[in-house]
């Protein structure tokens, strides 16, 4: 069989270095047809590395979808605030879509994404690649074997980790929410679908607190400058110093995430350029930044059952954590050491340890591939098909724009079926 020609909309960190590459793996699943970017440098890269001929390379995901239809699917792989017009222009076009989270930035947008998906008869996998993870997997597979009993309540942290909040949430592309997303719909789509996968059922209301409290310039050294290059006072001790960040990043880990954010294929040159250009060599304490760095959500299901997730950008390391807890037992999760405790009440506890169940670590804990094989595989008549639906992974966002309202709010309460206006 041939494979399932694709077309890489967004050829950054997602697109080309991740989704591309998984692609590589899979050479009798997918191959890239068609490539667009608004940077030129990453359209050239991509078509060298993947031989696309010039008149299937476009300086933008729009100028490629107002030709006809050019693959079987599409990643659409761009920043937040154009996956929804992409998406529905390749929807309407016939593209099956790998579409990186948030799928779109409102309730409605997501639902119309949905509907035309339905309508047209279409594959939508969202880009929630945690549902792949041999972690969750496990997780999963544990609580429906009733190891916890019925799950009454479950607490989740989402460790953003200091330096990735200043990378991604303070210099990087979702700093503004009016230029991306809130940051818990950026964030924690993923961790929203997770709790509505591993609780089961729907969500019936949502609360929501948190706030941007130290990014601010309130905490700015005095005399610090614009740009950390150009001799900031503090800069021998600041956490965030972009200088010592990337360009030590770079000499140790060279052409890996996060300095390829920075520049395609860095050198130690183009990373000095883009800290003397762009965001990334700005003060963190000097953005124009307005995400959160803390936030708390409850959820209130519709059995009743009750979830309490903690998204914070002030730990050590990243890594989410998890505690399930049931009628019959404790489940917990650490995501960080992939290690998962069970503990039957008035039974003998168990660990188990998720780095012997696995040796692939890449991309979001293997889910990146996973989801990638899963994809082409279902595009290609085979394999067991995705592990989540549109109307699935649109859930986990929609609670996460209710929770974003309740924040704006004050905490209020707000009930998803007057939120969605759906029944
Ligand atoms: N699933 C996940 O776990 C996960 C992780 C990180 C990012 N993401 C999401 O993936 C998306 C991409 O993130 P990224 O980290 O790759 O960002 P990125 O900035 O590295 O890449 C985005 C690319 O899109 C290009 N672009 C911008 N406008 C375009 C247009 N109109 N047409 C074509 N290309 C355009 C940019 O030039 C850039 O190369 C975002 O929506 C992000 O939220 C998902």
């Known amino acids: 069989m041939n494979p399932i020609s694709v077309a890489i909309i967004g050829l950054g960190s997602r697109g080309l270095d991740t989704y591309a590459r998984c692609m590589e793996k899979l050479p009798e699943r997918a191959k890239i047809v068609a490539v667009a970017d608004i940077d030129p440098e990453k359209v050239e890269i991509a078509a060298k590395r993947y031989h696309v001929p010039a008149d299937r390379c476009f300086d933008s995901g ?11 699917a599409a990643v659409i792989a761009t920043p937040d605030a154009c996956h929804y017009t992409q998406a529905m222009a390749a929807l309407n076009l ?42 969750y997997q496990t997780l999963k597979k544990l609580i429906d074997e009733g190891r916890a009993g019925d799950v009454v309540s479950v607490q989740a942290i989402e460790r953003v980790a200091y330096w990735h909040q200043a990378h991604s949430f303070v210099r990087g592309n979702w700093h503004n929410k009016e230029q991306s997303t809130p ?10 679908d997770m709790l509505l996968w591993l609780m089961g059922g729907h969500c019936r209301t949502v609360s929501s ?39 030590e990043g770079f000499r140790k880990w060279g052409d890996a995430w996060p ?28 953005m124009d930044n307005d995400v959160v760095d803390h936030q708390v959500v409850n959820l209130e299901m519709e059995n009743g ?9 002030f730990t050590a390391t990243g890594g989410r954590h998890i505690r399930i807890m049931g009628t019959a037992g404790e489940i917990e999760g650490d995501g960080e050491k992939n290690v998962i405790r069970v503990r039957p009440f008035g039974g003998e506890a168990e660990e188990i340890d998720v780095t012997r169940l696995t040796d692939d670590f890449s991309g979001h804990g293997g889910g990146d591939f996973r989801l990638a094989q899963d994809f082409f595989a279902l595009l290609s008549g085979e ?29 209020q309460s707000v009930g998803m079926k007057a939120f969605t206006g759906c029944p």
Do not use: W
């Open 62 to 72: 729009e100028a490629l979808l107002r030709q006809p239809k050019l693959a079987d």
């Open 94 to 135: 016939g593209y099956h879509l790998l579409l990186e989270k948030p799928a779109a930035r409102t309730a409605s947008e997501c639902l119309d994404i949905a509907a035309l998906a339905e309508e047209k008869g279409l594959h939508v996998a969202i880009c929630h690649v945690l549902r792949y993870t041999v972690f």
């Open 183 to 192: 940051m818990i719909l950026q964030k924690c789509c993923h961790d929203l």
């Open 209 to 247: 607190f948190g706030s941007l409290t130290h990014f601010t310039r309130d905490h700015m050294p005095e005399g610090a400058p614009l740009r950390c290059v150009d001799g900031c006072p503090a800069g021998d001790h600041c956490l965030y110093n972009a200088e010592r960040y990337y360009l």
């Open 259 to 286: 300095v390829n954010v920075l520049c395609p294929e860095p050198t130690e040159e183009k990373v000095k350029k883009a800290l003397r250009e762009t965001d990334y060599g700005k003060c963190v304490y000097q």
């Open 305 to 313: 059952a009750t979830a309490a997730l903690t998204m914070c950008a």
């Open 383 to 411: 394999g067991k098909g995705l592990l989540t639906g549109i109307r699935d992974s649109v859930e986990s966002h929609l609670i996460a724009l209710a929770a974003e309202e309740s924040r704006l709010h004050g905490g």
